[in-house]
């Protein structure tokens, strides 16, 4: 079914569109809760979460991307369980706080200096070539693997983690010379 | 500021950022454009090999294969000895398990100071993936010189593919090596530590080798080395190279080559930095040698080249599409060294 007759569903506050959603883009959600969870049955209710809170969400909203916006709901819902879980599973998201070089993760800065930052950091990627912006974006917001993403955009493991550092270091030194110092 | 807001900087990207990324057809761009290319590659590939070949034995063949791939010369340059800073390393550590470290290389140009971590698992091999020359990295391990602090876990390892035992790992950071004669290096790892990251979820088999690795550490350990000055020989290209790139003619020029390292270069204007590619070098047999992954690479890049002596020449690749591999070249420029 497509996206604009998901969220009609959703607008007649009919049930199918749960239904429509899970089958749609179930596996999706539940790749990007995986990633950040590690657990199986974490996952799950994080899922399930996704759904009812999309199901709040619409109406009044009015997503022009579902997916993305799903995907979003979903991410964060796994971040703040995440965060929560005290006995915290080896996820992919822990290897890509380590490349971050966060040991640990503190609460966001207040909202107008959380926003510039993350405006500076989308500027930043806007000015690479497509492939590589790609890449950064699956492993560093999808937290995707490293051989997931070189399934994914069709290019060898050993080039992903070179774009991957290439990538970091650049976006060091643009954040730097935008006097954000981090 | 802090790291973390770093994170939650990327977690609020753009989202369009995040659907491109997500949208099958964008991400599978660059297969497409290499299958459209791969007949372009293989004949660059064997008319690079022929070139090498060539060049050991003719300028003049050498010079007419260039200008056939695009380039409107290929210039004969004459290499020069001059003396260049380095650092030498201490001993190899070999450890309870076989694994042997080496503090390897330091490469210093006065801006920019590359160190160079080897380690060799000579009995056991590394584990590989599909024959991939695999770079990865160390969980828990890191390196302090000075004040200078590397948290290893961050940093690529390139797999030697003609061992499969050999590991290397390069570190740079800003300032000239002088800061760092008589320095300590310590190099701490801690269990489990010398284990390749494989991606245990998507590679089973892996992950069940990567169980029974035996390089991994019981107990953390930590060791060091003195650094000390030392002079090391470099060879330094004099002149420059042109060659015609979409209606520009880009220039590079200052190639500096020692055994560990090959830095140069200029061009006209920053946007051929990420067209423009290092491939590698050709050696007198005609073999090629130069980037492992296959050609993603900038301006300036680290490789292993010991015999200064047998390098006959450097091959630059050209790319219609953002590059990701040396596959998807659209033009070679073969620069002739002897």
Not at chain 1, 61 to 66: D, F, I, K, V
Request: include cysteine.
């Amino acid at each position: 079914m497509e996206d604009q007759n998901i969220i009609e569903l959703y607008w007649q506050r009919s049930e199918d569109a749960i239904t429509e959603t899970k089958q749609k883009y179930g596996p999706y959600c539940t790749k990007i809760a995986y990633n950040i969870l590690a657990s199986f049955e974490d996952t799950e209710e994080c899922v399930a979460d996704t759904y009812l809170k999309l199901w709040d969400a619409i109406p009044p909203a009015r997503p022009t991307n579902l997916k993305a916006y799903l995907g979003r709901i979903t991410h964060n819902l796994a971040i703040n369980r995440y965060r929560a879980n005290s006995g915290r599973k080896h996820s992919s998201l822990r290897d890509v706080l380590t490349e971050l070089q966060i040991t640990e993760l503190e609460d966001p800065a207040e909202e107008a200096q959380r926003k510039a930052l993350a405006d500076a950091v989308s500027a930043f990627l806007f000015t690479l070539k497509p492939d590589v912006r790609s890449v950064f974006v699956l492993r560093y917001w999808n937290y995707d693997s490293i051989s997931v993403i070189s399934q994914k955009v069709g290019i060898r493991e050993a080039t992903v983690n070179s774009m991957l550092y290439r990538t970091r270091k650049k976006l060091k030194n643009y954040l730097n010379k935008e006097d954000w110092d981090l | 500021m802090t790291k973390s807001d770093l994170f939650w900087a990327l977690n609020d990207m753009d989202e369009r950022l995040i659907q491109e990324a997500n949208e099958p057809q964008n991400a599978k761009a660059s297969n497409r454009t290499k299958r459209y290319l791969r007949p372009v590659w293989l004949v660059a590939a064997v008319l690079i090999l022929c070139t090498a070949a060539a060049a050991a034995t003719s300028r003049l063949w050498s010079t007419g294969m260039a200008s056939l791939f695009g380039g409107d010369e290929t210039a004969q340059k004459t290499l020069t000895e001059n003396g260049m800073t380095s650092l030498i390393y201490g001993a190899p550590v070999q450890l309870d398990n076989g694994l042997t470290i080496t503090l390897e290389q330091v490469l210093c140009d006065g801006a920019t100071t590359t160190l160079a971590l080897r380690f060799d698992a000579p009995e056991t091999g590394w584990i590989t993936q599909e024959n991939q020359t695999y770079a990865t990295a160390f969980l828990g391990a890191s390196l302090t010189i000075g004040d200078e602090a590397f948290n290893l876990t961050t940093w690529g390892f390139e797999l030697d593919s003609a061992s499969e035992t050999s590991a290397f790992l390069n570190l740079s950071f800003g300032g000239d090596c002088g800061a760092l004669d008589g320095q300590t290096a310590v190099l701490t790892m801690k269990p489990n530590t010398a284990k390749m990251l494989a991606v245990c979820e998507d590679m089973p088999d892996e992950a069940e080798a990567i169980q029974n690795d035996p390089l991994l550490l019981s107990e953390e350990v930590s060791f060091s080395w003195t650094l000390e000055m030392s002079e090391a020989i470099c060879k330094r290209l004099e002149g420059s190279f042109s060659g015609e790139y979409e209606g520009m003619t880009i220039t590079v020029e200052d190639v500096t080559l020692t055994p560990v390292s090959i830095t140069f270069i200029t061009t006209e204007g920053a946007d051929l930095r990420e067209k423009l590619y290092v491939h590698g070098f050709i050696l007198e047999d005609g073999t090629e040698i130069g980037l492992s992954d296959g050609g993603y690479n900038y301006f300036g890049f680290d490789t292993v080249v010991e015999d200064l002596d047998s390098i006959t020449g450097i091959a630059f690749a050209s790319f219609a599409e953002a590059p990701v591999a040396w596959e998807d070249a659209t033009t070679v420029f073969v620069l002739s060294l002897k």
